[in-house]
């Protein structure tokens, strides 16, 4: 049957109360891509570009690459098969995080 897994991270503070903060979901649902506020550290740009999408969220990433194996007879390792796609849950693909409908983000700028 299926096996679900759980891990744990360090050093990954992503229940921070400023990291959970520091979004914007209007962006997130591509609503006003250029709203920013509530985005800060990651607001914007040195040259005062707005970050799209912007806040600690969207500009932190890990590799949560995992290989799972067994030992069959202590010297010989098995991988186990797992899912690559088809693992978003359907509200945050299609409701929360959309792509931006305008293809130009230069239009945006203007």
């Known amino acids: 049957g299926n096996v679900y897994m759980y891990y744990k991270l360090y050093g990954f ?7 959970v903060l520091s979004r ?3 962006q997130l649902m591509s609503k006003n891509i250029m709203d920013v506020h509530g985005c800060d ?4 740009s040195e040259d ?3 970050f799209i999408p912007c806040g600690a ?3 932190s990433m890990f590799n949560d690459t995992i290989i799972l194996s067994y030992n069959l007879h202590s ?3 098995i991988q186990v098969p797992m899912l690559k796609y088809g693992l978003t849950w359907w509200t945050d693909k299609y409701v929360k995080f959309q792509n931006p409908v305008s293809s130009n ?3 945006q700028f203007e």
Do not use: G
Request: hydrophobic share 30%; no cysteine; glycine share 0%.
């Open 48 to 50: 005062k570009i707005p």
């Open 105 to 107: 983000l230069a239009d």
């Open 41 to 44: 550290p990651f607001k914007m």
């Open 13 to 19: 503070y992503q229940n921070l109360y400023r990291y």
């Open 57 to 59: 969220i969207a500009n």
């Open 75 to 77: 010297s010989e390792h």
């Open 24 to 26: 914007s979901n209007t």
